[in-house]
């Protein structure tokens, strides 16, 4: 009898323990599910506010000068196959450790992080501004210093002996750009490939953004061209890796952004001609890269479009308007080959506008000249001329499903008439004494250092100031 009572009453303890542990168990998964809502609840409502690009000047980091200001109103190479990674989920300021001290490796991330909540939200448009003189911290890399800047841009070692057109500062109307911090930018670019497609003003502005991200490496020898080429106006493709960033800055050569071909006329002589309809054979490049900024118009509007047009692989004939009509479906075709092929969540898209050119008496092949311009523009109606090409670009971005941020540097760099190569885009020695070329001068690409340094700061702004979503990492 007495065992019975035993076992009953060890029945009942086990009964009661399993009660026990079955209501520890619920009380725990009720705990962590509780404890996980609190730490999304805190990552979503305790991060830091993001930055748009319409924010108001940040806090000045530094003293720079302002003494005056200009106001405003196919393959040849082989392909490297690197592998893309998804940009990480990180805050719209990143806090970049190491480097130099200094204007370009200063850790400049930090004080704007900590400052960041002190920015308010008013209306800043980054291409509306002035030209501001700053003799302290520009340029911001040494004429001559750098060995990515090809011939043609090389003005001060072909023999340009002014030099106030390297210290001017582009400054927006109502807000400051950030401070261009290279080691900064490198760590934005940490993993990833960041690629500009276009011609040979995309070019320029290719070369001046490896001098400048160069000024950050304490260790140059770290940045290289994978294939070891040199950069020439004949090889339209480079891919320069940054080792300690595991990322790459490239250039893919496209004029027009869509097809270019051949076609044999009837006497057996070949005749350039556009695709318009067609993207660009480089386009399974554009691809594989985290940060596109594309460009396209140069050749547009300098009469290097006398060639044959087609649709659908018909000759087309538009009349007067020939080249407007097509540059308009060109356009349509790079942007519908946007919206299909990139994913805006993991990827970041600009176009860079029309870069202005500054000939006087006959364009680049009819005597153009710009030759002895030491100043930008300080007044005039040129300051306000916008080519309609760029209300056509305007719209194109407007009626696109990916996002596209439009850098339009037209008026930007309407001032600069300062700023070509002019005669001092080649070395002509004679009996060893260094002779500059009068008979065709460049007053379309810019000197390097130089304007499109700008650009290039401009980009890093947008990374800064980058509007971010839960889905968009920047």
């Keep these: 009898m007495a065992t019975s009572s035993t076992t009953t009453t060890t029945i009942i303890k086990n009964k009661n323990k399993n009660k026990t542990l079955f209501t520890l168990s619920i009380l725990s998964f009720l705990s962590l599910f509780v404890?996980?809502?609190l730490i999304s609840f805190t990552k979503r409502f305790l991060q830091p506010t993001t930055l748009s690009i319409y924010s108001s000047p940040p806090p000045s980091l530094s003293n720079s000068s302002s003494d005056s200001i200009v106001d405003s109103g196919g393959f040849e190479d082989e392909d490297t196959q690197l592998p893309i990674k998804e940009f990480e989920n990180v805050s719209s300021i990143t806090v970049v450790e190491g480097g130099d001290s200094g204007k370009n490796g200063g850790n400049v991330s930090s004080v704007v992080e900590e400052r960041f909540e002190e920015w308010g939200k008013i209306s800043c448009d980054l291409y509306v501004g002035?030209?501001?003189?700053?003799?302290?911290?520009?340029?911001?890399?040494?004429?001559?210093s750098c060995p990515y800047v090809d011939e043609a841009y090389d003005c001060q070692n072909n023999g340009r002996k002014d030099s106030d057109y390297l210290k001017w500062r582009w400054k927006p109307h109502g807000c400051e750009l950030p401070r261009f911090n290279a080691t900064d930018f490198l760590g934005r670019l940490r993993g990833k490939r960041l690629m500009l497609v276009g011609d040979s003003m995309n070019r320029n502005q290719f070369e001046s953004l490896l001098c400048l991200l160069r000024e950050g490496l304490p260790n140059k020898s770290k940045m290289y061209e994978v294939h070891g080429y040199k950069i020439t106006k004949g090889r339209g493709y480079y891919i320069f890796k940054f080792e300690d960033y595991d990322c790459t800055v490239e250039f893919v050569r496209s004029h027009f952004l869509v097809k270019e071909g051949l076609r044999i006329n009837a006497r057996g002589n070949s005749n350039?001609?556009?695709?318009?309809?067609?993207?660009?054979?480089s386009a399974p490049r554009w691809k594989r890269a985290d940060i596109l900024v594309f460009n396209?118009?140069?050749?547009?509007?300098?009469?290097?479009?006398?060639?044959g047009f087609f649709l659908k692989y018909k000759?087309?004939?538009?009349?007067l308007g020939a080249n407007v009509e097509a540059y308009t479906r060109a356009l349509k075709t790079w942007a519908n080959w946007i919206d299909k092929n990139i994913n805006p969540r993991k990827k970041l898209v600009l176009y860079r506008g029309y870069s202005s050119a500054h000939f006087r008496g006959g364009d680049w092949d009819a005597g153009g000249t710009c030759h002895g311009e030491t100043e930008p523009i300080l007044k005039g109606a040129f300051l306000e001329d916008y080519p309609p090409k760029m209300k056509i670009v305007q719209e194109v971005i407007r009626e696109m499903q990916v996002p596209v941020i439009l850098m339009n540097v037209t008026r930007l760099t309407n001032f600069r008439k300062d700023g070509h190569p002019s005669v001092y885009g080649k070395k002509v020695a004679i009996n060893g004494a260094r002779k500059v070329s009068t008979k065709r001068q460049d007053c379309s690409h810019w000197c390097l250092p130089g304007v499109p340094d700008a650009w290039n700061e401009l980009i890093y702004a947008t990374l800064v100031f980058q509007h971010t979503t839960t889905s968009t990492h920047f």
Excluded at 272 to 281: E, G, Q
Excluded at 296 to 307: S, Y
Excluded at 315 to 319: E, M
């Design 272 to 281: 350039p001609t556009l695709s318009i309809d067609r993207i660009d054979k």
């Design 315 to 319: 000759p087309l004939s538009f009349g």
């Design 296 to 307: 396209t118009g140069h050749w547009w509007t300098h009469g290097k479009t006398a060639r």
């Design 35 to 37: 404890i996980t809502l």
């Design 130 to 144: 002035n030209w501001v003189r700053d003799e302290e911290d520009y340029p911001i890399y040494k004429p001559g």
